[in-house]
């Protein structure tokens, strides 16, 4: 799956996060802002890039505001922008 | 919870009453409506308005929120409204500007300050890696040496003035950094003005031609609002502007000096280089002063060439004359593209 | 057709597209909670919802309350998609809106069915609800109720069917017949019957009063959209301290007579036959949930 045009998910209400997607020259960058950097910053990165993986993004430009979300609300919201910003609209239940 | 508000985008020059009822609202919570928004989200408790957000463009504006409501995520639910809103208007990124004591909250909805215009304005954007990976990109195109210079010019259309003052400030600097105001704001649409500048420099050497960004701040879409009845120096919008050239380009590139011209027919402009020398120079900012090198304009017949003179002989029609005071490649284009155009209507500034 | 001994006293709305209240939804006690991907979602966050449900099923939080989620209507472009996040995630129940006909519900079980293999899903594992909203589905509750053996309880839905009625939500009348034609639909068809959402969540008397009313028409349950009223459905649905010690004596008696092998359970010299025995259990039930009334 390849990201094509610039998309958004979620939310910035408390315990959500609001996930951007555009489209890169052929690297992947993923940056992360929470307010809970410093205990939770590498994990949200984690959940974050096992999802693209799965996704099987490996360019593009992914910006994350994270407001408190929990791992399942993460996945959700940039599975969301993925697919928004996606060229493919089926989904592939088993990469979610 | 925020089910009992209801939240719905408004053309206000569609909705007369939606829009005196913001203008209200916004005037009640220490605001100026600004006529150049083109929709607004409003949010609603029943019938009574609680909040609102502009866009102009890609610029968030008049955002505010019923003091009844604030500490509660209303504040919050408007910004997202308005991004959201932008996106499916094709604008992903997006600028506010907005007083300091409120960075705090739009750092909670995602931006992040570009500049501060110390104690009256910060313009923001909602990217981290905005302006950053800009200046990233225009590090890679540092030049070595002792005198970088720089100009920007909107070129409107290419002039031999334009050429005299790039020729000058060339033989001045041991490398010219030539940058592009992108704004299609002028009679002259920005792909033409480019090929323009881009054909008339091509002999030039040891100059680097930058295309326009958003960086660049746009004149049509700022806020004056935060600077009425202000004494600050120069225009607002020219503060912010140079501000940003001061702390991040000038520093990515190395640049020390920075070349205008000189423009005795325009007080506008007479006025933009006074306003330059101050933020560039004046002793206000953490970021090395960028020093301001006028030139004075060479003349044709005793007169000062500008490219507003070069619109004039064009509404006219007399390409004798403009051929006086464009190079060959810009009379090309006039010739062939433009000498139909009678109308003449041009909204950008000079030069 | 199922005989229901699960309780349901009371299903609460989650709107779908909001993430904190699906973070926090397990904190509540409802006997049911439901995610809504259907009115309480706008056309803009649809495809969003649909994955914060997926993953908030799949989570399994919700120890013993049973999960539903109220897909768009397969006649638009996001039911069958809501129908696969659902299924595939392990729902309990599927909650079909707006269904008019029987043959809305065999079209959804079709889907289910198709699911349900696809994703190597026990066949038959995901639970049907339907919800009337219409002059036709109130006029074709017992074709509806029937449908399926799936089918584990009815629903009315008052916003739309009142609108469908052309009249408004008033003092009750105006669902008069509604609700008795769906309960009757869902006691023929041994499943259960859920009445209408109570949307003034700061009136307090209004809301006891209905569900006082729905208690004695005989609805299972009610839907909700505030956690608060959770709590207050639950207790005006427990019997009374003289109910439960007669449910009591009822269930010793008809366990006494099992033993000794009796044909027929009496108490206190009277017959006691199978519906008065049942009430009894579910009486029971109902107190081990959440006690005596208060």
Known sequence: MKIVKEAIAGTLESSDVLVKVAPSDGTLEVVVTSEVEHQFGAQIRAVVDETLIRLGISEGIVLVEDKGALDCTLRARVQTAVLRGGAVKTLDWSAL | MNDEFEFYAVDPAQEPSEQAEIKAFLAKNGLSYEDGIEVFVVGRQGRRLIACGGLEQNIVKCVATDPLFRGESLSLTIVNEVIHLAYERGHSHLFLYTRPNNIAFFAGCGFYPIVEVPGMVSVMENTPIGIRRYCDGLKKLRQPGARIGSCVINANPFTRGHLYLIEQAAAASDWLHLFVVAEDASFFPYRDRYQLIKAGVAGIERLTLHPGSEYMVSRATFSSYFFKEKNVVGDCFTAVDLLIFREWIAPALGITHRFVGTEPFCPTTNKYNRDMKYWLQADLSAAAPVNVVEIERTAQDARAISASEVRRLLRTGDFDRIAKLVPPTTYELLSSKYRMRADGASAGAAA | ?294
Not at chain 3, 42 to 69: G, I, P, W
Not at chain 3, 195 to 207: A, I, P, R, Y
């Open chain 3, 1 to 294: 057709m199922t005989t229901s001994t699960k309780l349901r006293r009371s299903m609460l709305f989650l709107p779908g597209s909001n993430a904190a209240m699906l973070s926090t939804a397990f904190v509540f006690k409802p006997d049911s909670i439901m995610f809504d991907l259907e009115d309480a979602v706008s056309l803009r966050e649809k495809d969003s919802a649909r994955l914060l449900v997926f993953h908030a099923l799949k989570l399994r939080n919700y120890r013993d309350m049973e999960t539903v989620v109220r897909i768009n209507p397969l006649s638009t472009p996001f039911g069958l998609l809501d129908l696969e996040a659902a299924v595939r995630a392990g729902v309990d129940v599927v909650r079909l809106p707006k269904t008019d006909t029987a043959e809305d519900v065999h079209a959804l079980e079709r889907e289910v069915e198709r699911i349900e293999r696809e994703c190597g899903r026990d066949v038959g594992s995901t639970k049907l609800m339907a919800a009337i909203e219409s002059a036709s589905g109130v006029i074709n509750a017992v074709a509806i109720a029937t449908a399926s053996p799936r089918l584990i309880g009815i629903a009315l839905a008052g916003f739309d069917y009142v609108m469908d009625m052309q009249t408004e939500r008033g003092d009750g009348t105006e669902l008069f017949y509604a609700r008795c034609a769906v309960l009757h639909a869902a006691r023929y068809a041994k499943i259960d019957a859920f009445d209408v959402v109570f949307s003034d969540v700061n009136d307090d008397e209004g809301f006891l009063k209905e569900v006082e009313l729905i208690k004695r028409l005989g609805f299972n349950g009610k839907s909700l959209i505030n956690p608060r009223q959770i709590e207050q459905l639950h207790n005006a649905f427990a019997p009374t301290q003289e109910e439960v010690d007669y449910s009591r004596r009822v269930v010793a008696a008809a366990e006494l007579g099992e033993r000794q092998g009796l044909g027929v359970v009496s108490l206190n010299g009277k017959m006691i036959d199978a519906p008065v025995i049942q009430h009894a259990r579910v009486v029971l039930q109902r107190a081990q949930a959440s006690g005596v009334r208060r």
